[in-house]
């Protein structure tokens, strides 16, 4: 995880941070969905075939604004899926390789 300041978190338990201001007139869920894409701006370009910011929510409201904003957005569900899948995949690889 990594916060809108560019740190990184290996553990959300207990954790705050304090919000770079700006103007939040949208709202949070504006607010949110901004963080997530100037993340993907930062890291534009690094390595271009991994997604550069996902926001993870169960609203399909946000999921909905977000995608209208250029934001790709997941539930806690399907990304869950994704890594599951993403493992077999790996295992799977590891299997033939032996």
Same mark, same amino acid.
């Given at each position: 995880?990594?916060?809108?300041?560019?740190?990184?978190?290996?553990?959300?338990?207990?954790?705050?941070?304090?919000?770079?201001?700006?103007?939040?007139?949208?709202?949070?869920?504006?607010?949110? +969905?901004?963080?997530?894409?100037?993340?993907?701006?930062? &890291?534009?370009?690094?390595?271009?075939?991994? #997604? @550069?910011?996902? =926001?993870?929510?169960?609203?399909?409201? +946000?999921?909905?604004?977000?995608?209208?904003?250029?934001? &790709?957005?997941?539930?806690?569900?399907?990304? #869950? @899926?994704?890594? =599951?899948?993403?493992?077999?995949?790996?295992?799977?690889?590891?299997?033939?390789?032996?």
């Amino acid at each position: 995880m990594i916060t809108q300041q560019g740190n990184g978190l290996s553990n959300l338990a207990g954790r705050s941070q304090q919000l770079l201001s700006r103007n939040t007139e949208d709202g949070i869920d504006a607010l949110v +969905i901004q963080v997530v894409q100037d993340q993907a701006d930062r &890291h534009s370009g690094r390595i271009p075939s991994v #997604e @550069k910011a996902v =926001l993870v929510t169960g609203d399909q409201d +946000i999921k909905d604004y977000a995608k209208s904003r250029g934001v &790709h957005a997941v539930s806690g569900c399907d990304l #869950e @899926k994704m890594f =599951l899948a993403k493992g077999a995949k790996g295992e799977e690889a590891r299997s033939k390789n032996a």
